[in-house]
């Protein structure tokens, strides 16, 4: 069974669109990200829910909103997407926020054209 | 904040040794990652470091000092599936602890 999953692995779109990628977690953990990884392979952490509740939210333009219906899945919805949005994106799991050993999603590729 | 310096790329030959080394500058340090990626794939966890000193694990081992601000990863008898990223990550103490994440190291390794 894959720990943390995400969907989906490719999302290829046009500028302006909308977008969702789904993340879903069975470890029992308390704490999700999301994070975005750019073309030089910098990995940036974006958002971190614990128990559903938002407790960081990084610099991040506002067309991005995060959504946790429950503490096993983060959900990540993009508004009126730009070209520099193309990344690769990372979904995560840990514990709790103190235990920070991550455990990832296999990633979406979104493509902005 | 969080500023974390690793080699971009190395190259070593199958069945040698590799050190890979990672110094960082920051506020807060409570310890240190090192993770594993191959292309395309997710980030997976090797090490983790608090105190100074090596953690041996198998073919891998990680050093850490903190009074040099200063860790490496050694990798033993390389294989060609060790060719992959390796990400040195430092934990920022904080109300939520944060990592921030060094742009890894791209290890080839070579017959």
């Known amino acids: 069974d894959t720990a943390v999953s995400q969907t989906p692995k490719y999302l290829v779109t046009q500028m302006g669109n909308d977008k969702s990628i789904k993340c879903e977690q069975n470890?029992?953990?308390?704490?999700m990200y999301w994070y975005k990884q750019d073309s030089k392979k910098f990995l940036k952490i974006m958002f971190s829910?614990?128990?559903?509740?938002?407790?960081i939210n990084e610099t991040v333009p506002n067309r991005f909103s995060p959504k946790s219906p429950d503490k096993a899945h983060l959900n990540l919805h993009i508004n009126s997407l730009e070209l520099g949005d193309s990344a690769v994106y990372f979904c995560?799991?840990?514990?709790?926020?103190?235990?920070?050993?991550?455990?990832f999603g296999s990633g979406t590729q979104l493509s902005v054209l | 904040g969080q500023n974390i310096d690793q080699p971009t790329e190395m190259t070593a030959t199958e069945g040698a040794i590799v050190q890979i080394n990672c110094t960082y500058q920051?506020?807060?340090?409570?310890?240190l990652f090192w993770y594993q990626q191959h292309a395309g794939e997710a980030p997976t966890f090797l090490s983790y470091?608090?105190?100074?000193g090596l953690e041996e694990k198998g073919r891998f081992s990680s050093f850490l000092s903190r009074s040099k601000g200063y860790s490496y990863l050694l990798l033993k008898e390389l294989q060609m599936k060790d060719s992959a990223s390796y990400l040195c990550?430092?934990?920022?103490?904080?109300?939520?602890?944060?990592?921030?994440f060094g742009t890894g190291t791209k290890l080839q390794v070579i017959p």
């Open positions: 990550v430092a934990l920022n103490q904080g109300g939520y602890q944060k990592v921030t």
């Open positions: 470890l029992g953990h308390d704490t």
């Open positions: 829910y614990n128990n559903k509740e938002l407790i």
């Open positions: 470091n608090v105190l100074d």
């Open positions: 920051t506020s807060g340090f409570n310890g």
């Open positions: 995560a799991s840990s514990q709790d926020p103190a235990n920070e050993k991550l455990f």
